[in-house]
């Protein structure tokens, strides 16, 4: 069975940092493209980043670029999203989502990340 | 960069019922388009892709139609379990867009 888990989340204060975990089991991680996606309470789900199956090229959303970095760990099935430079409207639920031809056919629960003084 | 523009923004339908939402793109997309439904609090859920193509195991009463600029997710029998924020989702070799989502709601 395919599973995502994210973890990493909490509160943080403008300008910080945090840096969001997901874990992944159930099918050949390193065969995949990632993705992170985010919703803002009561918002839609917006693209954050994405990254191939070896790592060596990655993309992001104009609103993170600069300052979140993704990132994996293929020999510990794991996704990354380093988040630096924080700001309020950065808080959402943080969703990662296995990539299948274009289309994000597993999602993990989400993880919630408060940016508040 | 390509938006993705829903139609319409809040549904109201009641069980038993026919719904259509459409997606529009700002430039054509060819068959590049996914449909995913989220209910309150739980993960988008995917439910078509490449536009036409069900999801395994999504219930046959979902289809989806279109290409180029203009899709539509239809729903042929509302079910209680339907209700829920719909989102259509354009996907390349580098990025993916989501359009702003529909909330279906009960009548």
């Known amino acids: 069975e395919v599973q995502l888990v994210e973890s990493g989340g909490g509160l943080v204060q403008p300008g910080g940092s945090l840096r969001l975990s997901c874990a992944a089991s159930?099918?050949?991680?390193?065969?995949?493209?990632m993705h992170w996606v985010r919703q803002a309470p009561g918002k839609g789900l917006v693209w954050v980043s994405r990254i191939n199956s070896d790592g060596s090229s990655t993309s992001n959303a104009d609103s993170v670029k600069g300052r979140f970095t993704i990132s994996r760990d293929n020999a510990k099935n794991t996704l990354y999203l380093q988040m630096n430079s924080l700001r309020a409207e950065d808080t959402a639920v943080y969703y990662c989502a296995r990539d299948h031809g274009g289309k994000a056919d597993y999602w993990g629960q989400g993880t919630l990340v408060t940016v508040s003084s | 960069d390509i938006q993705m523009t829903q139609s319409p923004s809040t549904l109201s339908a009641s069980v038993g019922d026919r719904v259509t939402i459409t997606c529009r793109a700002s430039?054509?997309?060819?068959?590049?388009l996914a449909w995913y439904q989220q209910k309150p609090g739980k993960a988008p859920k995917l439910l078509i892709y490449?536009?036409?193509s069900l999801e395994s195991g999504v219930p046959s009463r979902f289809s989806g139609s279109g290409s180029g600029t203009e899709f539509t997710l239809t729903i042929s029998s509302l079910q209680p379990d339907d209700f829920a924020t719909y989102y259509c989702?354009?996907?390349?070799?580098?990025?993916?867009?989501f359009g702003q989502g529909t909330r279906l709601e009960i009548k």
């Open positions: 159930g099918f050949t991680f390193n065969n995949y493209w």
């Open positions: 430039q054509s997309i060819s068959s590049w």
């Open positions: 989702q354009h996907y390349n070799n580098y990025l993916i867009t």
């Open positions: 490449k536009a036409s």
